[in-house]
């Protein structure tokens, strides 16, 4: 007979520290409402209902909170997160700001690794959050960068890139996608016709989608790609190894590989939308609904708004749900400000009138 071999690694303490750890993000996410489904005004007679999901009222500002808190979980669960070992992140910054968090909540250390053009405040923010930054000047090392940390410190790198699709219940849990269907519930058109969202990991869109195909709604999803992003043409040709060399002007979203948590086979639709559009449709957003929102939420609200005009003008009826993905405040230097519109050589007017002819006569002039 062989004799069988047997180890085992319980270690009780780590075990209550995991609990605890568990405990601890449940527990933040116990404390927390739901974001709002705001409702974008548009004439009743148009027969078209815009809503923004508002993901920027979540406790670190954007809907990276909900990526974040299912990144923690799915590490804390595998067992990849540890007591005392740091863990390190690839990242444009919104999804550092949340993760550096949710590591102060367990307390571990928090490394992000971004490209040097992140914004200021967002440097801030994590720093505030008790993360250390670590900027590279070409932001296509950042995975490489990040795995290298990790390896050195012992660390864990979160690869938000390749797990935030596999780390969030696509199935419901209250992910994003059963909240808004939950908020339409009381509105004429329950059941949108679209829902437009855009792509930074992709774990958005894959959510979404993922969970009307589950749930059998008619529902098509529509992503929004800007400029700087190999999404668009990677989903049209079905190439996985496209690169691009310039990295996104607009924070989140746009990437310079396709990424393995962008599912394309889960996405009707896509739209390429110029930069200079996404900046005038979220200066558009100010003047309607007086908030100021991220470049994203502009991406987002101009293919939204394009739908919109669509179904008008074939006479259907229904409602169009995008989202408002982080706020203003963190762009006041970029998005917000005439100088870094002119530096960047963005001319705004074409489409700022596209939009305002739209708004006023619910016809599309682009
Ligand atoms: C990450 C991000 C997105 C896109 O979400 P994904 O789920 O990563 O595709 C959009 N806007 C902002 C501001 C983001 O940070």
């Keep these: 007979m062989e004799s069988t071999l047997d180890e085992d690694r319980t270690d009780p303490s780590y075990r209550a520290w995991l609990k605890d750890a568990v405990r601890r993000v449940q527990a933040d996410a116990n404390r927390s409402a739901d974001t709002h489904l705001l409702s974008f005004p548009l004439p009743e007679e148009w027969g078209v209902d815009l809503y923004l999901k508002d993901e920027s009222t979540h406790p670190t500002g954007s809907l990276k909170h909900r990526l974040a808190r299912s990144l923690f979980l799915y590490g804390l669960c595998n067992g990849w997160i540890r007591p005392g070992r740091p863990v390190?992140?690839?990242?444009?910054?919104?999804?550092?700001?949340?993760?550096?968090?949710?590591?102060q909540l367990i307390g571990v250390p928090f490394i992000a690794v971004m490209p040097r053009t992140t914004s200021c405040e967002k440097v801030g923010l994590i720093e505030f959050h008790g993360g250390r930054c670590h900027l590279v000047d070409d932001p296509r090392t950042v995975y490489e960068v990040s795995a290298r940390l990790a390896a050195e410190t012992g660390g864990h790198y979160m690869d938000q890139f390749t797990y935030a699709e596999r780390a969030t219940d696509w199935r419901g849990n209250n992910n994003i996608a059963e909240s808004v269907y939950q908020q339409l519930r009381l509105e004429r058109f329950p059941e949108p016709a679209w829902i437009v969202a855009t792509a930074g990991t992709g774990g958005t869109s894959a959510t979404i989608a993922r969970y009307v195909h589950y749930m059998q709604y008619d529902t098509r999803i529509c992503v929004a790609d800007p400029q700087n992003s190999v999404f668009f043409d990677g989903w049209r040709s079905g190439d996985a190894g496209l690169c691009c060399e310039t990295g996104s002007r607009i924070e989140g979203i746009g990437r310079p590989r396709m990424e393995p948590s962008f599912v394309p086979g889960a996405i009707?639709?896509?739209?390429?939308?110029?930069?200079?559009?996404?900046?005038?449709?979220?200066?558009?957003?100010?003047?309607?609904?007086?908030?100021?929102?991220?470049?994203?939420?502009?991406?987002?609200?101009?293919?939204?708004?394009?739908?919109?005009?669509?179904?008008?003008?074939?006479?259907e009826r229904g409602s169009v749900v995008s989202l408002i993905c982080d706020p203003g405040d963190r762009y006041l230097d970029k998005y917000y400000s005439d100088e870094w519109v002119a530096a960047q050589g963005l001319d705004l007017e074409p489409y700022a009138e596209v939009i305002r002819d739209f708004l006023k006569t619910g016809e599309w002039s682009g």
């Design 88 to 103: 390190i992140e690839a990242s444009s910054g919104s999804t550092a700001v949340s993760e550096a968090h949710f590591a």
């Design 268 to 315: 009707d639709r896509m739209m390429k939308v110029p930069d200079a559009a996404s900046v005038a449709a979220v200066r558009a957003l100010e003047g309607t609904l007086g908030r100021k929102a991220g470049g994203s939420t502009g991406t987002g609200l101009w293919a939204a708004f394009r739908i919109v005009a669509e179904m008008r003008r074939r006479g």
